[in-house]
């Protein structure tokens, strides 16, 4: 178990070393992403087409400069209750 974001992180960078895994994936909850998001090199994102219960919703603006760099769409078929779309991200450019 781990008491922080940062040891966290570090046991699935050795972990993935070790797997020879060329990155490691946050799964968390709204907290955990807004906690991990200035550490990340890339979000996956997905958007569900339509309303969904839940108490707990991540704040979007927080990826607000981020680029799209790929889109996929899916359709309410096959065992899937809404359409979605996965959307991946690149971070914003850092002027230099």
């Known amino acids: 178990m781990c008491c922080s974001l940062e040891e966290a992180l570090e046991r699935a960078f050795e972990q993935a070393l070790i797997d020879g895994a060329d990155a490691a994936m946050i799964v968390g909850g709204a907290e955990i992403y807004r906690l991990a998001l200035p550490r990340a090199n890339k979000v996956v994102l997905t958007?569900?087409?339509?309303?969904?219960?839940?108490?707990?919703?991540?704040?979007?603006?927080?990826?607000?400069?981020?680029?799209?760099?790929?889109?996929?769409?899916?359709?309410?078929e096959g065992g899937n209750s809404h359409a979605f779309s996965i959307v991946e991200l690149e971070p914003p450019q850092i002027e230099q």
Do not use: H, I
């Not at 569900?48 to 769409?73: C, I, T």
């Open 47 to 76: 958007r569900v087409q339509g309303r969904v219960e839940g108490d707990v919703v991540f704040d979007l603006g927080l990826l607000a400069d981020w680029r799209e760099k790929l889109v996929k769409e899916y359709a309410a």
